[in-house]
């Protein structure tokens, strides 16, 4: 691949009983014709200017599209993502914004009242408590005051002084 290709990736349907990729109306391995979603794979190693690998070779993969077009869509965020250079893989994000991610997706396909539910939760309790924990951690007392630290050089440095507590 040619670095002024770009990234290269491929959409296809995958059988959401057998977990194989469907090339054709059927699954290979057990037959059904209408359990399958669609799927994506792309590269995402990155290379020099000559083209070569800078890496070993990672890819990224998606599943659950419910339309061809939509796993297309997906792949080609992904693409002009890498290319920019703000895609950020999933297992360095923060909890905060895994879970804003999650509920904004939908949390996996599920009713709507749960769905309020978890978003209830993750806005309430765990967004917020997160909060309060480093606002907290921030404030905590581990390093000295200023003016205790140079009341506490001067009592080093000058023994006949009177001690600061």
């Known amino acids: 691949m040619s670095p002024s290709r770009g990234r290269q990736g491929q959409v296809f349907k995958w059988c959401t009983r057998c ?3 469907v090339p054709e109306r059927r699954c290979p391995k057990c037959g059904a014709r209408d359990s399958f979603t669609w799927a994506f794979v792309v590269a995402v190693t990155p290379k020099d200017a000559q083209g070569q690998l800078l890496d070993k070779r990672k890819q990224k993969w998606a599943q659950g599209f419910a339309t061809r077009a939509a796993a297309q869509d997906a792949l080609n965020e992904l693409q002009v993502e890498k ?7 999933p297992s360095r994000l923060t909890l905060g914004t895994y879970l804003a991610t999650w ?3 939908g949390c996996g396909g599920v009713r709507p009242w749960t769905l309020k539910g978890y978003e209830s939760v993750v806005r309430t ?3 917020a408590d997160a909060a309060a ?3 907290a951690y921030l404030s905590a007392p581990s ?3 200023p003016e205790n ?3 506490r050089e001067r009592s080093v440095s000058d023994p006949d002084s009177a001690t600061v507590t």
């Open 19 to 21: 977990n194989v990729r």
């Open 83 to 89: 290319k920019d250079g703000t895609y950020i893989d």
């Open 103 to 105: 509920v904004k997706g």
């Open 125 to 127: 309790r765990l967004q």
């Open 133 to 135: 924990k480093f606002s």
């Open 143 to 145: 390093a000295p005051a």
């Open 149 to 151: 630290l140079a009341a």
